[in-house]
């Protein structure tokens, strides 16, 4: 079965700083991985996805993630945080089979300090 | 395009009543899904659609129904609410065709039974 395990429950970094979500996943087969963030009383956003292509994934709002299917991770980075990064992060795997349903994890909650 | 619009935003129940919270989709997706939301954790499926007239439970469908009688509504049904069921719900679409595809989410309706 599919699952993902997001390391941190909440990160907090000053403007200006590197951003690090750590995600690990757990999968039968070479998965899809997602990032999708919610800010406050809004709807999820797709960040970036990962589809066995590039193993270096770049999304939207300067974010990157790297696949590294040795360390079964993919963790979500950013080199240069700004305040309105602050929202919860969910790493998503594909939970396979033909309805494209995704397994979330529990997520990540990012605050970013002036 | 609207994308996706869910409504009501908000509602209070009373344990034993029943509503349905409605979701529409503009953008000819054939595949829709209803998540639920508990504080501190992922998103968790209850039931998905992969077009009209078709449905099928997802991991948490106890207490819901749902019908897609169209292709661009998905609406969730629940009979006799529980406080169990005081939740954040996101209604998503998305468009497969082979693999995996983006899911697009609407902006949630948040739930108190009480």
């Known amino acids: 079965a599919q699952s993902v395990t997001q390391l941190d429950s909440h990160v907090s970094v000053s403007e200006g700083t590197p951003v690090l979500l750590r995600c690990n996943y757990s999968?039968?087969?070479?998965?899809?991985l997602f990032w999708y963030v919610q800010h406050p009383n809004k709807g999820l956003q797709l960040l970036l996805k990962?589809?066995?292509?590039?193993?270096l994934v770049k999304g939207i709002n300067g974010f990157e993630a790297e696949f590294k299917k040795s360390e079964t991770s993919f963790h979500l980075t950013k080199p240069s945080a700004h305040m309105s990064d602050a929202a919860e992060y969910f790493c998503?795997?594909?939970?396979?089979?033909?309805?494209?349903?995704?397994?979330f994890g529990k997520g990540t909650k990012l605050s970013v300090k002036p | 395009n609207a994308g996706v619009t869910q409504t009501p935003k908000f509602r209070i129940l009373k344990i034993g009543q029943s509503m349905t919270l409605q979701c529409t989709q503009d953008?000819?997706?054939?595949?829709m899904y209803w998540y639920r939301q508990d504080p501190g954790m992922g998103l968790k499926l209850i039931y998905y659609?992969?077009?009209?007239?078709?449905?099928d439970k997802g991991e948490v469908p106890n207490g819901y129904n749902v019908s897609r009688s169209t292709t661009e509504d998905f609406p969730l049904r629940l009979e006799l609410a529980a406080p169990s069921q005081t939740s954040v719900y996101f209604c998503?679409?998305?468009?497969?065709?082979?693999?995996?595809?983006?899911?697009?989410f609407g902006p949630g309706t948040r739930l108190l039974v009480l």
């Open positions: 998503a679409s998305s468009y497969i065709t082979s693999g995996l595809e983006t899911q697009y």
């Open positions: 990962y589809t066995s292509a590039a193993t």
């Open positions: 953008m000819n997706h054939n595949y």
């Open positions: 659609s992969v077009g009209a007239g078709i449905t």
């Open positions: 999968s039968s087969y070479s998965p899809s």
């Open positions: 998503v795997v594909s939970g396979g089979g033909s309805q494209g349903n995704l397994i």
